[in-house]
């Protein structure tokens, strides 16, 4: 289904899709002004500023943490694994951007650090395992089987209620900042009370932002993707509204 959605629904894609069209049925007539606007959205979508405006949504929470709340855990979800030519397993740049943030925050604050994630094929370990081996922490607890978000949240609650916490306690996530979303409304559906990592919303604005840059292409596409995700959760039911 991935597949599919990649080979159909992400840039430039839907564009070359357009042209072949206009190709095959020899669309002539005003076909200068058809390419005028796939010009248009490609050069739109090349500017960093609008993926910025883009992204703005999916970090825009009113649950922001701020120091001196109170919370009785810090919850981090993992961000994928690599294995490299020696089949040796480590975690993604993102899992240990992640993963380093929450333990110091875990550290500092003295409360429990859990990390969610499992495997998302049987040939995969545990993702929350690979991540532990980074940090040093003497008060880390492990989710091993969830496949996704959603199974992360679902199974955080054995994990709570065997270390004496409750769902209705108030916890720091720290995922991603384009992941912020999907997860507080996760969350929020399975009646947790949660606070969000407050990453700033938007980046330092200076000339760059204004001239076209080919990762946008790329990171509007991963901003894309979560947007995705979030209509298929809702309906899945993963999401409630």
């Known amino acids: 289904m991935k597949e599919y959605l990649y080979n159909f629904a992400f840039f430039p894609l839907p564009i070359i899709w357009f042209m072949l069209f206009i190709i095959l049925f020899k669309i ?6 058809y390419f005028k606007i796939i010009f248009t959205i490609l050069f739109i979508i090349s500017l960093p500023i609008f993926n910025e405006l ?3 949504p999916l970090n825009n ?4 943490y701020v120091t001196g709340d109170n919370i009785s855990a810090v919850i981090v979800l993992t961000g ?10 480590y975690p993604s740049s993102t899992s240990i951007q992640r993963t380093v943030l929450a333990n110091n925050i875990s ?10 994630g499992g495997n998302k094929t049987s040939d995969l370990p545990a993702e929350s395992l690979i991540v532990s081996n980074i940090i040093d922490n003497d008060n880390l607890l492990l989710e091993l089987e969830s496949k996704n978000t959603y199974q992360s949240v679902v199974n955080l609650e054995k994990i709570l209620l065997a270390n004496h916490l409750n ?5 720091l996530i720290i995922t991603s900042k384009m992941h912020n979303l999907r997860t507080a409304l996760t969350f ?3 009646h947790y009370k949660i606070k969000l990592y407050n990453y700033s919303s938007f980046s330092n604005f200076s000339l760059l932002s204004f001239i076209p840059n080919s ?7 991963n901003v894309l993707y979560e947007y995705y995700g979030i209509i298929k959760y809702i309906l899945l039911g993963y999401i409630k509204l």
Do not use: A, C, T
């Not at 002539?28 to 002004?33: A, G």
């Not at 994928?80 to 397993?89: E, F, L, M, S, T």
């Not at 990762?215 to 596409?221: E, H, M, T």
């Open 188 to 190: 929020k559906s399975q």
């Open 215 to 221: 990762n946008s292409f790329i990171f509007f596409n």
């Open 28 to 33: 002539k007539k005003k076909i200068y002004i």
């Open 61 to 64: 929470s009113s649950n922001k």
């Open 80 to 89: 994928g694994v690599y294995k490299d030519i020696n089949n040796k397993w």
């Open 167 to 171: 769902k209705k306690d108030n916890f």
């Open 54 to 56: 883009f992204e703005f």
């Open 107 to 116: 550290k500092e604050l003295k409360l429990p650090l859990i990390i969610l």
